[in-house]
Nanobody
Framework: QVQLVESGGGLVQAGGSLRLSCAAS????????MGWFRQAPGKEREFVAA????????YYADSVKGRFTISRDNAKNTVYLQMNSLKPEDTAVYYC?????????WGQGTQVTVSS
């Protein structure tokens, strides 16, 4: 399986921005579709954004469309989530996901807290 390590979380005021990073190792990164999910306290983990192996296809949850941007750098084995215009309801632990046939790997998560 691929190993994933997220970074970039923190505390930010509403309206602010953060950029999350997820560094992958252990397998050929460009073979994987990558995604970001989040889980708020007492809630189910939910989809946030995904990007195809080539970076051409990107997909977003309606709640973040127009505010968040997912991207990847296959040379650096890293996927990013640029989060702008953050809202208190974006507060959650954000998880990186790597997916391909026979592998569905998760990172340990990074906390994002948006204060009002």
């Amino acid at each position: 399986q691929v190993q994933l390590v997220e970074s970039g979380g923190g505390l930010v005021q509403a309206g602010g921005s953060l950029r999350l990073s997820c560094a992958a190792s252990g397998r050929t990164f460009s073979n994987y579709g990558m995604g970001w999910f989040r889980q708020a306290p007492g809630k189910e983990r939910e989809f946030v954004a995904a990007i195809s192996w080539s970076g051409v296809g990107t997909y977003y949850a309606d709640s973040v469309k127009g505010r968040f941007t997912i991207s990847r750098d296959n040379a650096k084995n890293t996927v990013y989530l640029q989060m702008n215009s953050l809202k208190p309801e974006d507060t959650a632990v954000y998880y990186c996901n790597a997916r391909r046939v026979g592998d569905n790997s998760w990172g340990q998560g990074t906390q994002v807290t948006v204060s009002s």
